[in-house]
């Protein structure tokens, strides 16, 4: 009943206001269906997210994921994937396998611990505290003593 009468809204809004496009935005299924089918503009947030990233790159870089995500961008079907894991069991079809590199990892390899001593010994690399900003993963510092890095 509450996504008929905001659908009902969309539509009011789509007659009466001149200008912008009107577009419902939705994370459910079905309403978004039902949308479209009524005529009007639907998208889910990541959807419209993608749809604005190239006015806004940072846009969507706090949408939360969500397990509809995966299964839509990895070609699977609707109730592929359990609602809930047993405690202590890998959940299938985590974010982090969406992107995976050549090698089929997910992130490049780290050192030995033998190659860091030598690096921090040698000065190219350099032990510090990890700030990360509070509004943004995109950007952080590093602090090393009295010298602060940049992380972009």
Not at 46 to 61: L, V, Y
Not at 102 to 117: C, I
Not at 133 to 151: D, F, K, P, Q, R
């Amino acid at each position: 009943r509450n996504d008929r009468a905001i659908r009902r809204v969309a539509h009011w809004y789509r007659r009466h206001v001149v200008g912008p496009e009107v577009i419902l935005l939705t994370d459910d299924r079905a309403c978004k269906a039902k949308a479209i089918a009524d005529g009007l503009v639907a998208f889910t947030a990541r959807e419209f997210a993608e749809r604005m990233r190239p006015q806004f790159p940072d846009c969507g870089e706090r949408l939360a994921f969500r397990e509809d995500d995966f299964e839509e961008t990895a070609g699977g079907s609707a109730g592929s994937m359990p609602a809930a894991t047993p405690r202590g069991e890998k959940r299938k079809g985590q974010p982090q396998d969406m992107e995976r590199g050549s090698d089929g990892a997910v992130y490049p390899p780290h050192l030995k611990a033998s190659e860091v001593d030598r690096g921090l010994k040698e000065k190219r690399f350099f032990q510090g505290t990890l700030r990360m900003h509070m509004n943004t993963c995109l950007y952080a510092s590093v602090a090393h003593g009295a010298e602060e890095v940049e992380i972009q």
